[in-house]
């Protein structure tokens, strides 16, 4: 593995946080792989909604997320990066911390998700081809102690 593609693929990785904090929807689609369709699908998963498929329904999904957005927050763990020739995947925890309307402090914790990426290499750089994103259920540790 060239360790200078994970370099690569972790500023890639990086920068789609970045653009989603600062809800940059120019940064966000930069991103993303393929300019039409045609050329390859690109697919997302938000935690909690169904499959998107498709460049434009990928991007009108971003739209309406930081549209919606006032303040985001990703505090990542356990990043890793591998890289396959052309492909790659990065997988990580995301602690979010979001705004609240309406609460003290205006702040409130939006949970933790794990998520996948998988990007490929193109003339432009690494691109997304896959973002998934799963929530992650809290548990309660009273629920261990019974079994």
Avoid at 17 to 38: N, T
Avoid at 59 to 79: C, E, H, K, P
Wanted: charge should be negative.
């Amino acid at each position: 593995m060239n360790r200078a593609d994970v370099v690569e693929v972790e500023a890639a990785n990086a920068e789609y946080y970045a653009a989603f904090e600062a809800g940059d929807l120019d940064r966000m689609s930069a991103l993303w792989a393929f300019d039409s369709d045609a050329e390859g699908q690109v697919s997302c998963v938000h935690p909690g909604w169904p499959m998107l498929r498709g460049r434009a329904e990928v991007l009108r999904s971003w739209a309406l997320i930081m549209a919606n957005t006032t303040y985001i927050q990703f505090v990542l763990t356990d990043v890793q990066a591998t890289v396959h020739g052309d492909v790659a995947m990065v997988t990580c925890g995301e602690n979010v911390l979001t705004a609240a309307e309406g609460s003290e402090s205006d702040f409130a914790a939006g949970g933790s998700i794990v998520a996948s990426k998988v990007f490929v290499r193109t003339e432009a750089g690494w691109r997304l081809w896959l973002h998934h994103g799963s929530p992650v259920m809290e548990r309660d540790d009273d629920e261990d102690d019974e079994g």
